[in-house]
């Protein structure tokens, strides 16, 4: 069995999508030559209207950050007390909640989409809950129907949070329609980025108007009706993101083409499993995550994130650890093992591998062929 070769230089699990250099200049000479660097100018103004239209929403506010965005939100939806949400998520859907001065109340997930178990939720809805903040993991759509059907009968808020899910779509109905409000991210490892950034969709102009309100100091018409913060997203940002967008539809085209390979290539490798295409869904392709069986691969997942390593292929553990097992978060009576079975398992196996729209297939079939040839020596020296 012959040794593949490392990679040169690292296969990191992302890249962003970067604009073409010369137009970039053009966008900031415009900007330049305005003189108006930030406070809702036009750039912001127009990206907001671009975004409407792609992401099929009827109001978005466009912001300086995901993480500050869902504050943003639990504010303007009035969130009190306790709200249900997914252990299974980065840090900063929790910490928003906290930040809030909300408890968040841990809910299980389900094991094929990694997304909070809507049967689990309606047990831990008490006199305190006030939303549900599920999280489409990965860009697979949660269960909308169901968890809207929970709120109604309960009279709860819920915000979505979509990070993953730009452009995703459920039954040809966009992801950002679903709910109270929808929180997008536009880091640089999203799909589609503002550098930093994020934002909020919703369907009714009074949260449209206290969003944008809380996000430049709550000041109103002067009268400040209510305390806010500064979360407005600057006028180069929202410049580089009018440019990123132009190429979003060929990044997730580039991405889907190399999501098949990936799934063609490990489908017979023992220990290896992975999602497949949820019908009815449009996906965005912003992750590729496989799950690791030690007892079939002959490694854990750990042992294979440092194997890979050496190889410069640079993994992430999304999401370990769970957001309940943090410090600020064990404590919590949801946050025992016992309550969330699933979520401590996928957490303990899923490993994201490289995915973006500067790989080429053959990079793929190299990271399929070391994911195999580790497979095959592991077992080997068990053999011997
Ligand atoms: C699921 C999830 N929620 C929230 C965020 C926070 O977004 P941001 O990094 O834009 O603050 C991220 C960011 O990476 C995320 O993956």
Redesign the pocket.
């Known amino acids: 069995m012959s040794t593949p070769q490392y990679f040169i230089k690292p296969l990191y699990v992302t890249q962003p999508v970067l604009p073409d250099l010369k137009e970039t200049y053009k966008m900031i000479e415009g900007i330049w030559q305005s003189k108006q660097l930030s406070n809702n100018g036009p750039m912001v103004q127009q990206l907001e209207k671009e975004l409407e239209k792609f992401l099929g929403v009827k109001y978005f506010s466009a912001l300086c ?6 504050q943003i939100a639990c504010k303007a939806l009035k969130l009190t007390g306790e709200v249900i949400t997914t252990p299974f ?2 840090s ?2 929790t910490h928003s909640l906290a930040w809030n001065n909300l408890k968040p109340v841990f809910c299980d997930i389900e094991e094929d989409t990694f997304n909070i178990n809507p049967d689990l939720i309606e047990p831990l809805i008490t006199r305190k809950t006030s939303a549900i903040l599920p ?1 489409h ?1 990965f860009g697979n759509p949660c269960d909308v129907e169901k968890i809207q059907q929970i709120a109604d009968k309960h009279g709860l808020k819920v915000l979505y ?1 979509a ?2 899910a730009f452009g995703v779509k459920l039954h040809g109905k966009p992801i950002g329609i679903f709910g109270d409000i929808t ?1 997008f ?3 640089a ?2 799909v589609f980025h503002t550098i ?3 934002g909020l969709s919703c369907s009714q102009a009074y949260l449209k108007e206290r969003v944008d309100n809380l996000r430049n100091f709550g000041q109103g018409d002067a009268n400040y009706p209510e305390p806010g913060t500064n979360a407005k997203l600057n006028e180069v940002q929202a410049g580089i993101g009018l440019l990123v967008l132009k190429k979003v539809e060929e990044e997730i085209k580039k991405r889907n083409k190399l999501t098949s390979l990936y799934r063609q290539l490990l489908s017979d490798i023992p220990g290896i499993t992975f999602n497949r295409d949820i019908a009815g869904v449009t996906h965005n392709y912003s992750y590729f995550a496989i799950r690791v069986n030690p007892d079939e691969y002959g490694l854990n997942r750990d042992q294979l994130f440092l194997k890979l390593q050496e190889y410069n292929i640079i993994c992430r553990k999304y999401f370990f650890p769970l957001c309940s097992n943090f410090e600020c978060y064990r404590n919590l009576s949801s946050a025992s093992k016992s309550n969330l079975p699933v979520a401590n398992r996928v957490a303990d196996s899923v490993l994201t591998l490289p995915l973006h729209g500067s790989l080429n297939t053959t990079d793929i079939e190299k990271v399929c062929d070391i994911i195999r040839k580790i497979q095959q020596k592991s077992f080997n020296n068990k053999k011997n």
């Not at 950050?65 to 869902?70: F, M, Q």
């Open positions: 950050n995901g993480t500050a965005a869902l998520t980065f900063a859907t999280v993991v949070d990070a993953h929180m991210s536009f880091h490892t999203k930093e950034g994020g």
